[in-house]
């Protein structure tokens, strides 16, 4: 995986093959060589539950299809990068200014939002004196609410990090204003992902135009582990405390290879098993009961190998697209088909991305990340037809918060 990086790597930044690339290199290849460094050096374990994931135990198919899935997608998405026609992000942030009034509005209606959601969801006692729990449990009910929270957030990073790329004077009451909503979302929302999501969508107007190399490469990902040992700290209310702690936790957080092979061991391979498992959510919302584990590969899953975490509230175990491949496209040469179709999709949008406004270069940036999200769950996910709906009513609304510069011709 490695050396086909380097050998064929984009070295545009925000680009489908380097999300594949960085999800294998996540869920894999880092959790595999912390793991045999740890061996080597006769790492003393110091988490209650000691070594949970042993590398060294896994089955050479689940490391085959693996290897399998990742030289698929990442031939697929690399091809098609290289076909479809590119197009300058100069032009689109020198067309188009954020309008600062109706930035303030919109960070406003977000932070009274998020404080409706702070106060139904348990209030400042059940926030500040035990958050994992109250995180973990006490949304059921809200999530709609949570979900246009997450979305909104999102959004009014990108905007505030379009805002100060391309404004050529910059209000810093409003800066201010707009980071104290964004914080306050994040710190509802689970801080760790949030965190990062906020500082790539933020971080767009530069990373379009950033020259991705190793050095940079490697910079990126130490500044991810330190924000995900950061917002960690924070998750588990003070538990990974210590240096040691934290990096023990990153090989039992990075384990999908092991939850499919846990299938691999005990189920043969089948056809759309669970590939209608996000209608089952989706007619709930006409009257159509379903159990909730029958809406989504990852819930199916964990009520059946985890069941008290399941039924006690707790996160779910995410497993990887392999699963999902697995179970509903039968023999491994059938992967290829729904692969090919994915890869070509989230490559049509990389190819429109300058080229329909802001917005779009939005929606792009929150599909491609759904791609990385993909990568720990299935192709089709319940939530996506939300996503669209979303992305509608942006499109829509937000005319009045970008505006289109007139350009002269003399």
Known sequence: MLAVFLVFRNKEVLCPSNIVFGSYFLYFVFPCVLFYVLEWVDWVYVLPWGKTNDWSTLSDEAVLSYAYVFTLFYGFTRLFEVLLVRSSAVSLFEQYRVNPLVLFVFSGMILLGGLYFFQVTGGAEAWFSNYSDTYLENKKGYGLLNFLLIMSSNFLAFVLGFYWKTQRRISYTLLAFVLVALVFCAYIQGVKSRIFYFAIFFSIPWLTTL?????????????????????????????????????????????????????????????????????????????????????????????????KQWFGGAATQQWPVETELYLNYGNYLFWVVPIFVYSLFIC???????????????????????????????????????????????????????????????
């Open 211 to 307: 020259r991705l190399t190793l050095f940079k490469g490697a910079v990126l990902f130490v500044g991810f582990v330190l924000a995900f040992s950061f917002a960690m700290y924070f998750r588990s209310n003070g538990f990974y405390s210590t240096p040691e702690m934290l990096l023990e936790y990153f090989l039992s957080y990075f384990n999908t290879i092991f939850l499919h092979d846990m299938i691999l061991r005990d189920m043969p391979p089948n056809f759309l098993l669970t590939m209608g498992y996000p209608l089952n959510k989706w007619l709930t919302f006409f009257g159509v009961p379903s159990e909730d584990y029958m809406h989504d590969i990852s819930r199916w899953l964990t009520s059946i190998y985890f069941p």
């Open 348 to 410: 049509a949008l990389y190819s429109l991305r300058y080229r329909l406004g802001p917005v779009f270069l939005f929606i792009f940036t929150c599909e491609l990340l759904f791609f990385l999200s993909m990568f720990r769950g299935s192709m089709l996910q319940w939530i996506a037809l939300f996503n669209v709906i979303f992305y509608l009513m942006l499109w829509g609304g937000s005319r009045l918060l970008f505006v289109k510069e007139k350009v002269h011709v003399q």
